[in-house]
T-cell receptor, first 113, second 109 residues
Framework: NAGVTQTPKFQVLKTGQSMTLQCAQD?????MSWYRQDPGMGLRLIHYSVGAGITDQGEVPNGYNVSRSTTEDFPLRLLSAAPSQTSVYFC????????????FGQGTRLTVV | GIQVEQSPPDLILQEGANSTLRCNFS?????LQWFHQNPWGQLINLFY???GTKQNGRLSATTVATERYSLLYISSSQTTDSGVYFCAPGMSGYSTLTFGKGTMLLVSP
């Protein structure tokens, strides 16, 4: 049982480039989320999904897009990378919402130069 | 939204010492999770504890939901306990967790 799998683990982008961070879970969880972690800021919610075809914005959504075509996958797209998006990104899943246990992927360290 | 405060922000311990980390939250919650982020950046689930006390080896956690706080106890600390500890309350009707800013723990040999 792999849990939550994120790829890639590391990425360097140039300003203006686009890329997709992949996230997949094999626990049949309905809810999936993307967080970013910056020094001294804890984890902040970017986007989340409560099921296939349903997504919503979190605290810091600007510059990111998401879609949820299947229960298993929840990719995060950076449309035009900016240095302010340099961060560590975590994907999480939980069975049903904020009152069920959440599990995290191993993270993606992204640097935008 | 719910506010989450963790204390202390930083903690340095000698190996073998005990410690208590605190998590205060501003609203009623249905559950609370504690995570350990190790020096390699991985977020590891420690406890899922809506209320009461749970123990796992040298670690235990207590949540008093009515008083809006949770405590994480680390006994006989080891260098492998170093890292950042996050608490994250969850509420029914909310889709995600809200994280505190964490407590950074350094255990020296």
């Amino acid at each position: 049982n792999a849990g939550v799998t994120q790829t890639p683990k590391f990425q360097v982008l140039k300003t203006g480039q686009s890329m997709t961070l992949q996230c997949a879970q094999d626990m049949n969880h309905e809810y999936m989320s993307w967080y970013r972690q910056d020094p001294g800021m804890g984890l902040r919610l970017i986007h989340y999904s409560v099921g296939a075809g349903i997504t919503d914005q979190g605290e810091v959504p600007n510059g990111y897009n998401v879609s949820r075509s299947t229960t298993e996958d929840f990719p995060l797209r950076l449309l035009s990378a900016a240095p302010s998006q340099t961060s560590v990104y975590f994907c999480a899943s939980n069975l049903r919402g904020g009152n069920t246990e959440a599990f995290f992927g191993q993270g993606t360290r992204l640097t935008v130069v | 939204g719910i506010q989450v405060e963790q204390s202390p922000p930083d903690l340095i311990l000698q190996e073998g010492a005990n410690s208590t980390l605190r998590c205060n939250f501003s609203d009623s919650v249905n559950n609370l999770q504690w995570f350990h982020q190790n020096p390699w950046g991985q977020l590891i689930n420690l406890f899922y504890i809506p209320s009461g006390t749970k123990q796992n080896g040298r670690l235990s956690a207590t949540t008093v939901a009515t008083e809006r706080y949770s405590l994480l106890y680390i006994s006989s600390s080891q260098t492998t306990d170093s890292g950042v500890y996050f608490c994250a309350p969850g509420m029914s009707g909310y889709s995600t967790l809200t994280f505190g800013k964490g407590t950074m723990l350094l255990v020296s040999p």
